[in-house]
């Protein structure tokens, strides 16, 4: 086999073995486990790269470490925390796509996962935490995150 298609062949295992992996366990639950930033679906709109309506929540931080007294997030946020996006299709009541980004030693790690139907497992997409990255560059001023939290 030439070099170029041992590479190739590399660069397809890698994306079918990234395509394969299911959510963690530690992400599972967000949606009781985790705080929610959003009151209310954020709904779709132009170049949205998570398409459908979706919730955003904070995992693995305190309501404290959060929010301030005067209903502020606070901005950066604590190394370790997970930002999870859930966006459910129109029409259907199933979350198709999760998102996370979660902060490890001052860098945000850049995750999605989806499925098509609600009985199957969400399974990483193949996609490049660069794609992440380029977009999310725009709020970089807010920590990279365009969510707050939303008083209630
Ligand atoms: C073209 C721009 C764009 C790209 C690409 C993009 N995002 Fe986002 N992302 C957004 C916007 C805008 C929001 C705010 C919520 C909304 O309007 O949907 C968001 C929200 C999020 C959130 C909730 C926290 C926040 O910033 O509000 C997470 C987590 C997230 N994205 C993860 C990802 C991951 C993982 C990828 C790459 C696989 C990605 N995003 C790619 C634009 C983008």
Known sequence: MTRLAMSLL???VVVLITACTPIPAEVEGF??????????????????????????????ITLDQLVDGNGQTIRPFPDGT????????????????????????GTWKWVEWTRNFPDEELLQIPASEQLCIDCHRQVESADWIFSGYVSR
């Open 82 to 105: 997970r930002i999870i996006k859930a966006s459910r299709r129109p029409a259907e009541s199933f979350n198709w796509l999760v998102a996370s980004a979660q902060k490890v030693n």
């Open 31 to 60: 949606e009781t486990r985790c705080i929610e930033m959003t009151t209310e679906e954020i709904p779709p709109h132009e170049d949205d790269p998570h398409d459908g309506f979706k919730r955003v929540y904070a995992c693995d």
């Open 10 to 12: 590399a660069a397809v």
